[in-house]
């Protein structure tokens, strides 16, 4: 059901005292940072609670109504994020026995378990209601505010996703599949090379910059065993230069939001006023006090938004919106190579060919998806991507939608999940039964078999994948990857 108690008021919960581990020079730090109307004692009590849990409810998949008229039976406590539309605190009396990535409507990408603050940066991204046409997340690992962008915009134009960690790009395109997103581009750079390499090519940049994590200690305890002053302004120089190439990248009149989920001023405030003061006639401090109702609480003088854990119960963090409001120097052009690509566009005759065919099984997309080929891969490339094509090298464009062979087309499962929407009128629902069988990577046997021999199989009217009928079984075709195991669906029951 839809909680809606008051959304400021801290939930006090009982907890072991001295759980988390403050250093005694970072509480010194914090309470010179501390702004006069803020408790300092508050911000230790908050620093000890657990973290409310949150989730976010993907709009490519469902609505919100939709949404919370799913799940009303299931007794979720549900208590809107004032800064989210699409975002709720969630409590559930079975989460010990079912984990909540094991529900139906989390495997099937209708909500992202994502930290309440965590949605501010793309709030503050978006605050003008204009949808731009080219972002860059420059640090989006494992994806929560790609998916959300992704949601804002409505799958349209382009988003570049970059992650300087090899092992979390996985993670990233993991999620990107399962929330059905078809508008984004991997890459797998130290983000300071966009500035060099796409110098203005984009409407909007989002850097939610490496940091020192101080604002994380409500679920992480030992956030700070490592903590040192000297260790935050090392990271800082990092971040000026993390910032100074975001902002190459970004057009002129484009926006820049900077976020961390730190708490010093040295990693926040610092960074941004290091940025106008090496680009003052370019730099323009857009102010976020009217962004949601209270967040004047968390309101700094030059109208960034740095969060302290007590003020919204939830985890401290920083906001700050800039608008390049001029064109600068361009910084030097990148030495390296980047390769020959391998992908070539589909020619016309057979683009419309390829959209026949996939249409018949029911995937269908805009003209903002374009076709390209390599080798026996047929991929859909972002329109709004292809300009920046030989100037970084790229992990992964769009999505995979098909192999070719000798008889056809063979559609990908992440092609299924994006463009088979909500409701096709060419899907197979399965049972309650079923959908678990399917997740747990099983063939179906349903009591009544289709008539097709190719049909996409949905569950709550959401996409799970593709199947083929052979005799009375539908032959699972999920990825052995994502196969689950143990409690499924519970909440369904």
């Known amino acids: 059901m839809l909680h809606c108690a008051p959304v400021f008021t801290p939930v006090v919960r009982p907890v072991a005292q001295n759980a988390v581990y403050l250093p005694d ?17 508050e911000f230790i009590a908050a620093c000890q609670r657990p973290l409310r849990r949150s989730i976010r409810v993907n709009t490519l998949k469902i609505s919100v109504d939709d949404f919370l008229e799913l799940v009303a039976p299931y007794g979720w406590q549900l208590t809107p994020v004032p800064w989210c539309a699409e975002g ?16 139906a409507e989390h495997l099937s990408g209708m909500f992202y378990i994502q930290e309440a603050s965590s949605m501010l940066p793309v709030t503050a991204l978006f605050a003008d209601g204009e949808i731009p046409q080219r972002v860059m997340d420059v640090a989006a690992a494992p994806g929560s505010k790609t998916t959300q962008i992704a949601a804002r915009m409505g799958n349209d134009g382009a988003i ?20 059905g997103i078809s508008n984004v581009a991997l890459t797998h750079f130290d983000g300071r090379v966009f500035g060099p390499a796409l110098p203005e090519m984009f409407d909007a940049v989002l850097l939610d910059a490496p940091c020192s994590g101080e604002g994380v200690v409500r ?15 090392e990271i800082a120089a990092t971040q000026r230069e993390l910032i100074n190439s975001a902002f190459h990248a970004l057009k002129p009149g484009g926006t820049l939001v900077y976020s961390t989920c730190t708490l010093n001023r040295e990693e926040n405030e610092a960074i941004c006023h290091w ?8 730099v323009q401090f857009l102010p976020l006090g009217e962004l949601f109702p209270q967040a004047s609480q968390a309101l700094t003088a030059e109208g960034f938004l740095h969060v302290f854990p007590q003020i919204y119960d939830c985890e401290g963090f920083f906001v700050a919106r800039l608008r390049k409001t001029a064109a600068i120097e361009p910084m030097p052009a990148p030495t390296y190579k980047v390769g020959n690509f391998p992908f070539t566009p589909l020619k016309p005759k057979e683009a419309a060919l390829v959209a026949t065919v996939a249409a018949h099984v029911g995937l269908q997309w805009n003209d903002e998806l374009h076709l390209w080929q390599r080798d026996k891969e047929i991929w859909l490339f972002p ?17 995979r939608l098909a192999e070719t062979y000798n008889k056809g087309y063979r559609w990908q499962h992440e092609a299924v999940i994006a463009l088979a929407g909500h409701d096709n009128p060419l899907a197979f629902a399965l049972t309650l039964a079923e959908a678990e069988e399917w997740y747990r990577g099983r063939d179906i046997y349903p009591q009544n078999p289709p008539q097709r021999d190719e049909v996409i199989v949905t569950f709550q009217g959401q996409p799970l994948g593709l199947a083929k009928k052979i005799g009375s079984r539908l032959k699972n075709s999920y990825p052995r990857e994502l196969v689950r195991d143990g409690r499924l669906f519970a909440g369904n029951a």
């Open 160 to 179: 570049l996703a970059n992650e300087f960690s090899a092992s979390r790009v996985k993670v990233l395109h993991a999620n990107i599949s399962r929330n």
């Open 25 to 41: 020079e970072f509480l010194a730090q914090m309470r010179q940072a501390m702004p006069e109307h803020l408790s300092f004692d």
């Open 88 to 103: 709720f605190w969630i409590e559930r009396d079975d989460e010990d026995a079912l984990p909540l990535g094991s529900t």
């Open 383 to 399: 329109a709004q991507i292809e300009p920046l094509i030989g100037k970084v090298r790229f992990s992964r464009i769009g999505i």
């Open 219 to 233: 679920k992480d305890a030992d956030a700070l065993k490592n903590w040192s002053v000297a260790s935050n302004l």
């Open 275 to 282: 940025l106008q003061a090496q680009y003052p006639h370019a």
